[in-house]
């Protein structure tokens, strides 16, 4: 049995660790979060439906954040597996029994919730690769015989995503992984050898992909094909954002979205919405509180002297980063749409919520970041 009082922090006390808590950091998380919540009043005109409940999960997901920084970091790496395969397995139940939304089978209904495993498969994800590379030495990291396990923890989540289909998701779990793989040191030639058989790859991926997706990477290279069908939503978008200016239309301005050209504007094209009704300034503006959050990461990741803490930190902040370019290239037409919401912004429950988990996690790497913890050896135990 688990003894929780092990992993309770008893090298330091509660007030210490709040005492090195970052509340500047949190105050950036809500500053970003309040910009979504502004956006979502106005896409309503009103706090109901989207806005009030948004500012209840972020209330929660504060709650949900400093309690799991709390904990000892020693604690998350013992659970990682765990946690690992209670991700796979609700990913698994969403393939068999979840419920189909906006075409996809992505969600389970759990009567009070509306589930979503792939974003919480993501944290677990960088869990599990972390503690698994934490075991290993910069040479063994590169063995191919010590490679096997993580590719298959790798390739279980992102073959059982591309099912739901969620193609957004799984380039996410992929780039997360792999910044695990750098960080841990992996050999330059496995990226190239990786990179090779994806090129390789692509004519089949083509043959196998769904025929929206077909639809979607069509569209990016030339949106005026099908400008009342495939095309709209990156046409509308970019409408939105040009017209916005530099300074915007003003707030609950904007034409686009009001007038129910743009859509998704309370989820995926959140970011359009925003240019439109405060403009270039705005945009800009944000882009630079979300660079001061992979900043943070970043700090957090070279200041941390273990490697389990090292390798997630990494991994968060990467993640993180892929998170808002994808998203923001995407509504600007510089990516084919993909489905990745704007983290903190777009309206999603189980989104948020993971979301803040993984910057408890962050956190907790921060509090604990002169811990030292002993390699175990073989990387999986």
Known sequence: MLDLRRFTGHDMRIGEKLREFNWGFLLLLAAIASVGFAMLYSVADGFYPWALRQMVRFAIGCGIMIMVAMVDLRFWMRVSYPVYGVAL???LAVDLVGFKGMGAQRWLDLGFIQLQPSELMKIALLLALARYFHGLTLEEASKPGKLLIPAIMVAA?????MVQPDLGTAILLVIGAITIFFGAGLKWRYFIVAGLTVLAAIPIAWERMYDYQKKRVLTFLDPERD?????YHILQSKIALGSGGLFGKGFMAGTQSHLNFLPEKHTDFIFTMLGEEVGLAGGLTL??????VIAFALNVAL????QFGRLLALGIGVSFFFYVLINSAMVMGLLPVVGVPLPLMSYGGTAMLALMFAFGLLMNV?????????RAPGGLF
Request: aromatic share 4%.
């Open 287 to 292: 882009l630079t509180l979300y660079a001061l």
């Open 303 to 306: 200041s941390a002297r273990n």
């Open 157 to 161: 989540p992102v073959a059982l995503v």
């Open 89 to 91: 397995l609700l990913v």
């Open 366 to 374: 921060h509090i604990h970041r002169n811990l030292e913890i002993t």
């Open 227 to 231: 400008p009342l069908g495939a095309g």
